[in-house]
């Protein structure tokens, strides 16, 4: 079982930067492969990023990518999302989860993924 809490989430003007937070339990963090998504109110939640486990092989969604980097502190258990340049599109809660398919590369499904933190606000002001 691995339990997932996200932070960092608030409200920025658009252009600004925040970085997200997902803390993990569990000994074997580093064998998961994590991922952000997002939902924004109306609609279905979306892939956003993805960093595979002892690898480190990244993944992004079209509309973040150049602007979202994703990373992992495997001795932390932490996993983060910088968010630069954000727009007001980017408004969303954002969720962590977790696949146990660690070495896979692309996996942007909701159904990959096994664990699943309780999200965090992102509002991003025009």
């Known amino acids: 079982q691995v339990q997932l809490v996200e932070s960092g989430g608030g409200l920025v003007e658009a252009g600004g930067s925040l970085r997200l937070s997902c803390a993990a339990s569990g000994r074997t963090f580093s064998t998961y492969a994590m991922g952000w998504f997002r939902q924004a109110p109306g609609k279905e939640r979306e892939f956003v990023a993805r960093i595979t486990g002892n690898d480190n092989n990244t993944h992004y969604a079209d509309s973040v990518n150049g602007r979202f980097s994703i990373s992992r502190d495997n001795a932390k258990n932490t996993v983060y999302l910088q968010m630069n340049s954000l727009k007001p599109e980017d408004t969303a809660v954002y969720y962590c989860?977790?696949?146990?398919?660690?070495?896979?590369?692309?996996?942007?499904?909701?159904?990959?993924?096994?664990?699943w933190g309780q999200g965090t606000q992102v509002t991003v002001s025009s």
């Open positions: 989860a977790a696949d146990r398919a660690g070495t896979a590369r692309i996996r942007g499904s909701i159904y990959h993924y096994n664990y």
